[in-house]
C-alpha cells in the first residue's frame, strides 16, 4: 500500500470489518495521520504506526506513532514487538511526516531546490552532504531509492497538514514524477540506473 490516503482507508475499513475488535492494526505509513486512519476503524484505540526506516534489512529504527486514541497497551505492545524483531522503537506522537520525515524530506527537497536553481550538479551535491555532513548516502540519491513519488506524496501531506511554504513541493520534484522518473525503481531518477544494471549484465557475461 503506497503513501495513498484513500487506499490506507479502504484497507482499514475492510481490515475493521474481518479482524476481531482486539486485534492490534498497524500501519508502515511515513506521513499519513494515525489519528485518521483510526477514524475508519472499529475500536480506533488499537490503530497504531509501525514506520520502518528504508532499507528496512539494514535501518535498526521503527517510528511507533500513537494515534490520538491509541492506547497504552497497544503502544507498550508494538514497542517489545519491534525490539523482538530486532529493531530499535522510538515512540512519537501523530502529527504530519512525525519526526523522521518532518526533518527528512525538507532537507531532500532544499537539495532538489538547490539543483533546480542549478546551484550545483547532482554528484557535487550528493558529495557535498556525504563528506562535508558525514551522510551515508547523498540526498538526491536518497530520495531515488525512497521514490520521488513518495517524497512528493509525504511533502504534499506534511504542506496540507501544516500549510507552510516551506514545505511545498519543488517543481523540478513534480515535473520528475509526472514524467514518469520515480528513481531506482523506475531505472531513472536523478541517476540513471537502467545504464548500471546494463553494465553489471555486460560484466557477468565476461565473468
Known sequence: ATENLTLKLNIFKQLSEVCDHNTILATNTSSISITQIAASVVHPERVIGMHFMNPVPIMKLVEIIRGYNTTNEVTKTIMDLSVKLGKIPTEVNDYPGFVANRILMPMINEA???????VAGVQEIDTVMKLGMGHPMGPLQ??????LDVCLAILNVMYDGFKNPKYAPCPLLVNMVMAGKLGAK????????????KAEKVSKQFS
Not at 112 to 118: Q, V
Request: hydrophobic share 30%.
Open 112 to 118: 532538489i531546490e538547490t539543483l533546480y536553481n542549478k
Open 186 to 197: 523506475s531505472g531513472e531518477g536523478f541517476y540513471d540506473y537502467a545504464e548500471s544494471k
Open 142 to 147: 536518497l530520495a531515488d531509492f525512497i521514490g
